[in-house]
């Protein structure tokens, strides 16, 4: 019996005040603060002796042109179309990647660049919420000096409450921040509009040749500038990741239509100020707003950087289940914070990951200006990734021409290299900690990955084939006795060690007994969720498909599976679980073997992830060499 999920690429829901609020408040957060700090961090670099007016034009036009290219052609227009069933992220585009892939190094390859997209992204995860609510909450300098020691103290107040909150989930938080942040975004246009209307001239800034003409006269110098453009589109693959929260559709008309006009604007706002007085450059965003409107601007800069924050620890949340259905990660805990949407999620482990880290950060850096060295290596890391990933899918899954691909995605490509060798040039001001990190998730992700596939070698080399095991029943004599034995088993086609142990031991085998095995497809939600098999009378094997966007629960399935009488209060669950030992010729080097053992003690318990009742489980302990 096959039980369809509906498509959520298949969007037609209407683009409602609400919808569009909701994706204000959780998509949108991350790339809406950029003006706090981006324009800035750019022109500082060049702020020595002097603004000139076609440096000040020259990294304006960058910046815009930055937002044209890298948001809205690529990742808008592009990148939004290549959704796994509406499930948007990194690893959703390597799964696509995989089923096109036409060679095994060819996945190989797909499944490194995922895995290091996915790794720089968490990076980049706890860097955004630091940076971003240290510089809005910085504006008091432009206020007065008696608030610099209170800065990192605000800050952290914020980013601790921000983090508590987070069990809420981010239908509740949506509902809050969106009309927050649609006040932030018609802020950002009229403050920048106000000033657009006295210095006009501005818009020159529009025009590429500005741009082009920064980059010639400052030949290898433009790749200082380029690192600290990068700030003006980091959010944008936090975009993509949050797109199974609401759809592309309500994020393609909420960019074009407001956030994308409402950031050029500000932009070119900031620039105005800057070529009628240069010494602006001290907070060039704060000072677009008269003195009497800084203290309520400070207030609501530090509101729209909080839901800054909110739109990556939302992605993470999304990454960090995708990994642990596609065998990236142990299994962690998934609270679902919706009735009605399915991407809506809690994970409380990588919650309290992600605020001791930005704490750290906080307290090691103490403002922006340090922060932002260390932010876009990251970013622009996971750029790169998604460009070859989206290539490959264009042109195999959406049967575009070589031509075509070729002519889209290698400018594209061409850019983010470009975006991410300039801020290589950052790695030792700061640059080093989201390399850090992302090297340190890498590992984790790769090692357990590679422990798993060993795991289930030795499996498959130690274990019986379950059809010589069901053969030989008939003439076995085994004892049956009554009620129904339910044996987990991660490989269909092989006897589990649990039930070897249970006959082993116990020298009897039950009444009914069913093989179920999970398997994760790499799709959001599964089309056919349940396979049923009778291989032998009283005895089933019983394959249960997920999504990536879903949690099982085993008992709710047993109980609906077509002809078979299950009695959960007649059931007994038999779970293996593995002592890791190293084999007389190990795979794994000891380092990895000690991650991978501590990784698998600190995973969920199979029986809290499967939903599966602690009091009708027996566990069966077994060693395997590996």
Excluded at 114 to 140: K, N, R
Aim: hydrophobic share 50%; with cysteine; aromatic share 10%.
């Amino acid at each position: 019996m096959a039980v369809s999920a509906p498509d959520p690429s298949s969007d037609t829901r209407p683009l409602t005040p609400a919808l569009l609020l909701g994706v204000l408040g959780v998509v949108f957060g991350d790339i809406g603060t950029s003006p706090l700090y981006a324009l800035r961090a750019s022109l500082l670099h060049f702020s020595a002796d002097g603004l000139e007016r076609w440096e000040i034009l020259g990294v304006l036009s960058l910046i815009f042109w930055s937002l044209i290219l890298v948001v809205t052609v690529k990742y808008v227009l592009l990148v939004l179309r290549a959704d796994n069933r509406g499930e948007g992220g990194i690893l959703a585009l390597m799964a696509l990647a995989q089923r096109v892939a036409r060679s095994d190094r060819s996945r190989r390859l797909v499944v490194l660049a995922g895995i290091i997209g996915a790794a720089l992204f968490f990076g980049d995860g706890i860097i955004t919420p630091a940076i971003s609510v240290l510089s809005a909450v910085e504006g008091l300098h432009t206020i007065s000096p008696v608030f610099d020691s209170v800065v990192i103290p605000i800050s952290l107040v914020i980013l601790v409450g921000l983090f508590l909150v987070q069990y809420r989930g981010t239908h509740g938080l949506g509902k809050v921040f969106g009309p927050i942040t649609a006040v932030w975004f018609a802020t950002l246009g009229i403050l920048g509009l106000i000033e657009l209307i006295k210095e006009p001239e501005v818009l020159v800034a529009l025009s590429p040749h500005h741009a082009l003409t920064f980059c010639v006269r400052y030949k290898l110098a433009a790749f200082v500038a380029l690192g600290s453009v990068v700030l003006a589109v980091t959010g944008a693959e936090a975009l993509y990741a949050d797109m199974g929260h609401f759809g592309a559709r309500p994020i393609r008309f909420a960019w074009l239509w407001f956030v994308l006009p409402s950031l050029t604007l500000n932009y070119l706002g900031q620039g105005a100020l800057l070529l009628a007085n240069p010494l602006a450059l001290e907070n060039p965003f704060y000072l677009l707003a008269p003195e009497w409107l800084r203290l309520p601007l400070v207030v609501l800069a530090t509101l729209a950087t909080i839901i800054a924050s909110q739109a990556m620890i939302s992605g993470a949340f999304s990454i960090a289940r995708q990994c642990v259905q596609m065998g990236f990660l142990p299994r962690l805990v998934v609270r679902h914070t919706s009735e009605t949407e399915e991407g809506q999620i809690y994970m409380p482990q990588i919650n309290y990951a992600l605020l001791i880290g930005v704490v750290i950060l906080v307290l090691s850096f103490h403002n922006s200006d340090s922060l932002a060295a260390a932010y876009g290596i990251a970013v622009t890391g996971t750029f790169l990734c998604t460009s070859m990933l989206a290539g490959m899918v264009l042109r195999r899954r959406f049967g575009w021409s070589r031509l075509s691909v070729a002519a889209i995605t290698v400018p594209l490509f061409l850019l983010d290299l470009s975006f991410f060798i300039s801020n290589v040039l950052k790695v030792p001001d700061g640059g080093w900690v989201p390399l850090v990190l992302g090297a340190v998730l890498f590992t984790m992700m790769l090692t357990w990955r590679r422990g798993r596939d060993l795991l289930f070698d030795r499996f498959r080399q130690d274990s019986l084939p379950l059809k010589s095991f069901l053969a030989r029943l008939p003439q076995s004599r085994t004892l049956r006795v009554p009620g129904i034995a339910v044996f987990m088993t991660g490989q269909a086609d092989y006897l589990p060690n649990a039930l070897l142990h249970n006959l082993k031991h116990n020298k009897v085998l039950h009444e009914r007994v069913l093989f179920v095995t999970v398997i994760n497809d790499d799709v959001p939600q599964a089309a056919e969720r349940r396979e049923v098999t009778e291989m032998a009378p009283g005895i089933h094997r019983v394959i249960l498909h997920y999504g990536f966007q879903e949690s099982p629960n085993i008992p709710r399935e047993l109980e609906s599976l077509p002809g078979v009488d299950f009695d959960p209060m007649q059931a007994s669950y038999f779970l293996g679980r593995e002592t890791l030992v190293a084999a007389a010729v190990p795979k794994l080097s000891r380092w990895q073997q000690a991650l991978f053992s501590v990784m698998s003690r600190n995973a969920l318990p199979a029986t809290e992830f499967f939903r599966i009742p602690s009091d009708r489980v027996v566990e069966l302990g077994v060693r395997v060499a590996i």
